[in-house]
T-cell receptor, first 114, second 115 residues
Framework: SAVISQKPSRDICQRGTSLTIQCQVD?????MFWYRQQPGQSLTLIAT?????????ESGFVIDKFPISRPNLTFSTLTVSNMSPEDSSIYLC???????????FGPGTRLTVT | AQTVTQSQPEMSVQEAETVTLSCTYD???????LFWYKQPPSRQMILVIR??????QNATENRFSVNFQKAAKSFSLKISDSQLGDAAMYFC????????????FGSGTKLNVKP
């Protein structure tokens, strides 16, 4: 398996600002994913990021609010734009290795918006 | 759409005892994968065990085993000889064999381990 890291691990942000979360994998992976996990709840998929193409967003999530970049096979960023307190969550990135059914998750970014 | 249900929001087990976490799912597909993930307080999700629907044999990983009942759409996780380090949130997840990018997660079960 590969090692996956996220930065920052946590942040406290002001309402109306934006935060970019970075996700780095130590192997080349085709698909990366971004999830939101609100306090005490399960994971909700925000979008799927394939290198070289636009991210595919799930219902309820839009590119203007959560722009995603995937410049190469080992890196992705998620930006949470124009934040409000409702955006306070843990944001997780994950990846799937070709041929493997499971996803592997990063350590998460705990975002608090005040 | 597929749904995954974990009906036990929280459970407790004594150290060294055995505990079973329940999961049911709803699907019209015949070929799929099921997973149990563990999320300790440190937050990183870890894959515990995986089951392929076409395999009748229940998956086992050391102290972790599953009881997969395909007809009943049930997928429970048994943890034997529970250890303090097993304390975590446990999520059951489903993935279609054909749609390999879409995972469906249950709401989670918080497992407490008492010394």
């Amino acid at each position: 398996s590969a090692v996956i890291s996220q930065k920052p691990s946590r942040d406290i942000c002001q309402r109306g600002t934006s935060l970019t979360i970075q996700c780095q994998v130590d192997s080349q992976v085709t698909m990366m994913f971004w999830y939101r996990q609100q306090p005490g709840q399960s994971l909700t998929l925000i979008a799927t990021a394939n290198q070289g193409s636009e991210a595919t967003y799930e219902s309820g999530f839009v590119i203007d609010k959560f722009p995603i970049s995937r410049p190469n096979l080992t890196f992705s960023t998620l930006t949470v734009s124009n934040m409000s307190p409702e955006d306070s969550s843990i944001y997780l990135c994950s990846f799937r290795l070709a041929g493997a059914p499971e996803q592997y998750f990063g350590p998460g970014t705990r975002l608090t918006v005040t | 759409a597929q749904t995954v249900t974990q009906s036990q929001p929280e459970m407790s087990v004594q150290e060294a005892e055995t505990v079973t976490l329940s999961c049911t799912y709803d699907t019209s597909e015949s070929d799929y994968y099921l997973f149990w993930y563990k999320q300790p307080p440190s937050r990183q999700m870890i894959l515990v065990i995986r089951q392929e629907a076409y395999k009748q044999q229940n998956a086992t990983e050391n102290r972790f085993s599953v009881n997969f009942q395909k007809a009943a759409k049930s997928f429970s996780l048994k943890i034997s000889d529970s250890q303090l380090g097993d304390a975590a949130m446990y999520f059951c997840a489903y993935r279609s064999r054909s749609n390999f990018n879409k995972f469906y997660f249950g709401s989670g079960t918080k497992l407490n381990v008492k010394p």
